[in-house]
T-cell receptor
């Protein structure tokens, strides 16, 4: 089983739609969680960290469910510019000095 | 600040040739990482460093070597390139594993 699993998509949604991605992780001791965004042929960039209480940044909401070991990302009022691949990223226990990246979920927002 | 830079941006090698990829960061980060990204595979960690003079193996270290002689630079070497090493290579750096990683623009390597 992969340490971090994501549905590769693509998710094709119209502008203005709400879309949600889930990501599951296998290590119950994982400590830190992130969503990164990667545009085609570009480097990944941090979208948002994911906190235990959930957090929101504009149209983006991230949730963490430790009991079920999954992370979610909700995008409201989708824009064409949201089209990208969204990477779920997890840091294992506190002894781990590196992050584990999911394979990514591709989102295509259509006019 | 330039952030994280990578040299070169593109390279084509023949099987058996060697090369070195350079990563440089100007943010005084302790941690630096080398990843490769292949279609459908996501980012996989090759090697990483937790400070000047230190290196450690990641998930896919075979066929690669690294060095961190200066805090701002992290070099990735391919001693004898193989077609399986055709990939996009990303370097990243951070203050701490719990914080944001900053990535370079990537190096697209093709091994024929």
């Amino acid at each position: 089983r992969k340490e971090v699993e994501q549905d590769p998509g693509p998710f094709n949604v119209p502008e203005g739609a709400t879309v949600a991605f889930n990501c599951t992780y296998s290590n119950s001791a994982s400590q830190s969680f992130f969503w990164y965004r990667q545009d085609c042929r570009k480097e990944p960039k941090l979208l948002m960290s994911v906190y235990s209480s959930g957090n929101e940044d504009g149209r983006f909401t991230a949730q963490l469910n430790r009991a079920s070991q999954y992370i979610s990302l909700l995008i409201r009022d989708s824009k064409l510019s949201d089209s990208a691949t969204y990477l779920c990223v997890v840091r294992g226990d506190t002894g781990r000095r590196a992050l584990t990246f999911g394979s990514g979920t591709r989102l295509q927002v259509q006019p | 600040n330039a952030g994280v830079t990578q040299t070169p941006k593109f390279r084509v090698l023949k099987t058996g040739q060697s090369m070195t990829l350079l990563c440089a960061q100007d943010m005084n980060h302790e941690y630096m990482y080398w990843y490769r990204q292949d279609p459908g595979m996501g980012l996989r960690l090759i090697h990483y460093s937790v400070g000047e003079g230190t290196t450690a193996k990641g998930e896919v270290p075979d066929g690669y070597n690294v060095s961190r002689l200066k805090k701002q630079n992290f070099l990735l070497g391919l001693e004898s390139a193989a077609p399986s090493q055709t990939s996009v290579y990303f370097c990243a750096s951070t203050y701490s594993p719990s914080m944001e990683q900053f990535f370079g623009p990537g190096t697209r390597l093709t091994v024929l």
